[in-house]
């Protein structure tokens, strides 16, 4: 979250100084929902059914942090200005949302409002869990409130100086750039589709890295009527993929079974989880029932192509004779695990043939999971038999990118070269994975 | 010196009380499928000895039995991990005895008092480059005793006196009947011999082995897979055990959130909470390892006693801090002439700080053991180890059982560098195959993976050291401080005197040959956090890079060339001036440059000197700085052990022992942050590749002098020679070690 | 599954994704082939498949069903390992022994793709980690076993 909240918090300081007058009434305001006046109701739903929405929505991954207690809060976005911490999300009555009224968790879920009325950064994905339905937020709501542990831990305070700590200019963010609104079913189309696209725009919140954002930091677009929605999108130094059809930088490729499977196992005969994904997987799609994830898939697979994707990958044999700059590392560092025909090993080992990140314009991740490895993938409680080491202590920045551009120009990748400066701002900016499986747990 | 023997004794007390293990299981190597033979000792005297009654280092049997076929088995006190020991063994008491080396079948000798031969008598170990220094005598005098007893036996059978007989390798012969007798024909007799004391030994100049470059006795067997270490071993019946670590030390288990889950996890046997660790045992590593991974652990903070607990918050940029900032008083570690008036009456002051990292060993064999409980009560115990009597003793003191209890067997070491001594505290396997074989009542092998390795290794000390040199007009060094900051391996494993120096912190600083009249050298304590244990060459590795490379500083700031001040400062002795100008020589003649090579390269030289385990050294380093990255060319070292054994062997230890230290100088550190080491394998803790390796040149010079150590003594000078000619090409001194810290932009 | 190891079948009973490192040591029984890092970074778990030096350790065992693997035990059976032996006891390489599995078989590959290679050509290849640092008297017996042919 770094990167967006760094680029939007530079943008907002412009608009606390154009700003100044104006609608003091409005930002102060608590939208209404449609629990007003509900309370704190008891037992709205199973266990599992809250559960399920908390795994879907991810929850985990941002208010929980490893070591820690479950949902206390804790994990640090950077910024240039300074840091903000995720919240204790735990029913604790003095630190955490123990004494939220079902009204005023919905406020925060589903339209970035705390209870105290102050307006939350949109690093909390609000923007896509507007869509969730009334039934998900009431049992994502009976799920914090009866199932996970209080834990008294204070939130950290924001280390962001005034005046860009103010939060109210969001309230005007959110004029522009919030869509209020559960999903609605778009009729025209299947049930499977729908509930793809249901669990897509809302509680995956697949968006948040995997489309375009704009000026201000928002997303470009929030569902499959712009082209831009989830075309691919570079954050905190990674490139999400597109998820739509373009044959190289997108899902193309893949039939709806190898969706599935990659959500459900983190791996496919086409590459495994790394870089942020690790989390999703581990913490969120890993846990979705077997129809959420064809639904997803049947749903992605209908999001056309954009063009200037460029001619369709193919393999192409390559030989190599040690004589290209980086043909050396690339024999001594990665062709014992990828393979000398960049091909991997089976769904175990990524190839490094006609993937994404070897194809895009972007260079990001293939840099970044080079220079910090990747994290350990843990598909049903068992981690990895094979990881992804960091060479950011091995290699230099030249050799870096030496070997990057001779992989993403072999084997039919056409990826353009990377520079030494590329490798150089990301091995500044990043941290090495954890070579520990880091598992969060949910109570 | 005798700190670390200390150290190593007080470790372990029952270790001092000699027990008696004999047995002869702790020699048929169960299933091992090594080396399977009867151990044939004198008539059951082994057994009737009292604890106490045997003189280490005498009984002939004990060491030395000869085959039928005239070949030898020879049990080592020391282990063999590289350095060629078993080899110059046989090579020692080969002879003596009168049989081929090549002839030499040898295993380390088990926990037992017959080999707790060093320092009169006390213990072994195998460190400190001690074993030949501390054994030769003793096994020329086994040697020469096992051959009497052959003669006797031949002088009977004969029926001549046993004056007429002499030898040739293998055979005893009657010159004067012509006849002759193999050994093999009188070995089983013979070892029912009494033990000569006063078997004559041979004038050196008869030596037909010792001092020649004789091939290994290891090399084929670890040149086709053959060479079984403790990873390789296998018992009949054994389960096999990985283990997840507390993140940090002395943290202890809490909740298993999925238990249950990983029972269920292919080949699992059963799941154990044991001190500091969760373990799976299996029936395959492969499958524990996957499951103890699997493990969802919460891990709760020590409780406050726990002495040796890693704090969360732990950082080893915030303890190199604290070095730097704390102050004396520290304790005398060396002081001589009048230092204050020194330093005011010299004509320039210079003053500069100096420091180096915590060190992993990354000896490549993974730490690994082997229990097993007996039906006599005995526990067996296969694990790498440096020290079989402490590691007795430690296990004898786990289990509350007399140390004859315990079993120990000592395979071949996967590299050492100081990893096994009986490292408390987690640092070792072993306690905990141990405990597992006991839960289980089946033996368990412990394997720790790399992982385990780099968060549980004793590391080498970080250590800080501020000099000041006073200068007289000449540019003369005349005065010398050095305060020494931390803690050295042996207080810190042994508990901390606050009123004495640990020889093993400030070894390096003290006892210069250089003659500067007026010196302090102070050690101020600083308890380490992190784990320190011994290291390849200990305080040496990184104190003579200190000492001479502000050396180099020094002779800067007075004008002098660093070999030339070397030369005149060491011109009062003749053993340090030989070795120099050996070296020199060696080289083509000393030159510091910058120099242009014929590749077209821009070169200098850097030169050093150390005095570490009782030999002397000098090295010059040729290097270049290619795309900020420094290029070690060549490296010439000149060594004198005083006398030497084996010279083939003694060049391929030095050549070891520069790779280590060039590795250390380029590339290593361990660095903490959260409590937690940021490498947990080779990827984040890079160790020297052979693309990075310099040609090494080696001159062995033969002062007469008393033996001192091999194994060791070759590092030391590596780094500050290396450092010293980067100096001269980047035109910045380099004080902080790894020199991958330090920005060349040449 | 069937594995062909040193020119033997060998029925495989283990998981598809584990490495060939541990189907070897703990299944074949063979354990010439060292366990060193797990994570491609040292080489001590080299073994040849189809005649190319591989890591054993990354090698999900499934990937190389069908395929000829070649231990260090066997070694001595090929031309080229067998000189690569001999000269690495004449040139007495080893030290602790842990890594020279690794180093024989990776430097048996590097002469069979290039009988004659330059210092360079042996840097490039020869990228298995010794900490006992033999490296000099392995690019010695590398161009002693080069010039035998
Ligand atoms: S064990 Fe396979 S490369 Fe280290
Ligand atoms: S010989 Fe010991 S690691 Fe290579």
Known sequence: MGKILKKFIARLAILVVVVLVGGFWYVRHIPSSPFDGAGQPEAMATLEQGEYIARASDCVACHSVPEGKPFAGGLEMGTPMGSIFATNITPDKETGIGNYTLAQFDNAVRRGVAADGHRLYPAMPYPSYAKLSDDDVKALYDYFMHHVEPVKQANKPTTIKWPLNQRWPLAFWNVAFYESGTYKADSSKDELWNRGAYLVQGPGHCGSCHTPRGPAMEEKALTEADNAYLSGALLDGWYAPSLRGDHNRGLGRWSEEDIATFLKTGRNQHGVVFGSMVDAFNNSTQYMSDNDLKAIAHYLKSLPGNDGDGTPWEYHEVSVAMVRPGEQSFMANCSFCHGRDGKGRDEWIPPLAGTTSMLSSYDESAINVVLNGSGRVVASGIPDAYRMPSFRDKLSDQQIADVLSFVRSSWGNNGPAVTVDDVKALREHTHPASPQPIILQMR | ?746 | MNLVINNKTYEIDSDADTPLLWVIREEVGLTGTKFGCGLAQCGACTVLVDGEPCRSCVTPVESVVGKQITTIETIEEDAVGKKVVEAWVEAQVPQCGYCQSGQVLAATALLKRNPNPSDADIADAMVNLCRCGTYNGIVDAIHAASRQA
């Open chain 2, 1 to 746: 010196m005798n700190e670390m023997v200390n150290f190593l004794a007080g470790m372990n007390e029952a270790a001092t009380s000699r027990p008696l293990n004999f047995s002869r299981r702790g020699f048929l190597g169960a299933s091992l499928g090594a080396l399977v033979l009867g151990v044939v000792l004198p008539g059951g005297t082994a057994r009737a000895q009292a604890a106490g009654a045997v003189k280490p280092g005498t009984r002939v049997p004990a060491f030395i039995e000869i085959r039928n076929d005239g070949t030898v088995f020879f049990r080592s006190p020391f282990i063999e991990g590289g350095q060629g020991i078993f080899t110059a063994m046989a090579q020692i008491v080969g002879e003596e005895l009168d049989v081929d080396p090549q002839n030499f079948t040898v295993e380390c000798a088990p926990a037992g008092p017959d080999y707790t031969i060093m320092f009169g008598g006390h213990m072994r170990i195998t460190g400190g480059s001690f074993s030949v220094r501390s054994s030769y005598p003793i096994m020329r005098k086994l040697g020469a005793a096992a051959r009497q007893m052959l003669l006797e036996v031949a002088a009977k059978r004969l029926d001549v006196p046993m004056s007429e007989l002499t030898t040739e390798p293998g055979v005893v012969i009657h010159a004067a009947s012509g006849r002759r007798l193999n050994y093999g024909d009188l070995a089983e007799e013979a070892a029912t011999q009494p033990v000569p004391e006063d078997a004559p030994l041979k004038a050196d100049a008869d030596f037909r082995w010792i001092r020649k470059p004789l091939k290994r006795l290891d090399v084929r067997d670890k040149s086709t897979g053959k060479a079984m270490y403790s990873i390789d071993l296998k018992v009949d019946g054994m389960l096999l055990a990985a283990v997840q670590h507390a993140p940090r030390l002395g943290w202890e288990s809490g909740k298993i959130f999925n238990e249950d889950q990983v029972k269920a996890m292919r080949g699992v046997h059963s799941i154990h909470t044991i001190p500091g660790a969760v373990a799976v045992v299996a029936d395959r590593w492969w499958h524990a390892k996957r499951a103890a991974e699997a493990l969802q652990v919460e891990w709760k903070e020590p409780a406050a006693d726990v002495t040796y607990a890693m704090p969360a918050d732990f950082s080893t940029e915030a303890f190199r801090e604290k070095l730097a900032a704390t102050r004396g008083p520290g304790v005398d570690a060396e002081k001589e002439g009048d230092v204050d008036g020194a330093f005011k009456a010299a004509n320039k002051v210079i003053e500069a700080q100096y420091d180096a990292p915590y060190l992993a060993h990354g000896q490549l064999e993974p730490p690994s053991a082997i229990a097993r409980w007996n039906e006599d009560g005995t526990l067996e115990i296969w694990t790498p180890n440096q020290a079989p009597e402490m590691f007795q003793g430690v296990a004898a003191k786990q289990f509350g059982l007399p140390p004859e209890k315990i079993l120990i067997h000592s395979p071949l070491l996967g590299g050492f560098f100081g990893r096994n001594f009986t490292y408390l505290n987690g640092g070792i396997p072993f306690p905990q195959a141990a405990l597992l074989a006991q839960k289980v009542g089946k033996p368990v092998k412990v394997i720790w993976s790399r992982e385990d390795e780099f968060l549980r290794d004793y590391f080498r000390p970080m250590g800080l050291v501020r000099f000041r040199g006073g200068l007289d007009k000449d540019g003369m060094p005349v005065a010398l401080t050095a305060d020494v900051m931390g803690e050295g391996p042996t207080e810190s494993l042994n508990g901390v005197d606050p009123n004495k120096v640990d020889p093993n912190g400030v070894e390096g600083i003290v006892e210069k040959p250089y003659a500067i009249p007026n010196r302090h050298i102070v050690q101020i304590k600083v308890p380490h956090v992190a784990r320190v244990g011994y290291w390849r060459s200990v305080g040496h590795s990184m104190n003579d890079f200190f000492y001479e490379t502000f050396f180099d500083e020094m002779a800067d700031a007075g004008g002098h060339d660093p070999y030339e001040l070397r030369h005149k400062l060491v011109a009062g002795s003749p053993r340090h001036l030989k070795l120099l100008e050996t070296v020199a020589e060696s080289a083509g003649g000393w030159k510091r440059g910058p120099f242009t090579a014929e590749d077209g390269s821009k070169r200098a030289r850097g030169v050093s000197m150390a005095s570490p385990f009782g030999s002397e050294t000098a090295s010059i380093a040729e290097v270049s700085i290619e795309g900020g990255q420094v290029v070690v060319h060549d490296v010439w070292v000149a060594i004198d052990p005083g006398s030497i054994v084996n010279p083939a062997i003694i060049e391929a230890q030095v050549k070891s022992a520069t790779a280590l230290g060039l590795s250390t100088a380029l590339l290593e550190e361990v660095v903490y942050e959260g409590g937690k080491p940021l490498a947990r394998n080779y990827d984040r803790y890079p160790i020297l590749p052979l693309s990075r390796m310099a040609r090494v040149h080696v001159s062995i010079v033969e002062s007469g002098a008393p033996m001192g150590g091999v194994g060791e003594p070759g590092l030391p000078g590596v780094p500050p020679a290396v450092a010293n000619a980067v100096s001269v090409l980047a035109g910045q001194r380099i004080r902080r070690l790894p020199l991958s810290r330090s920005s060349l932009g040449v």
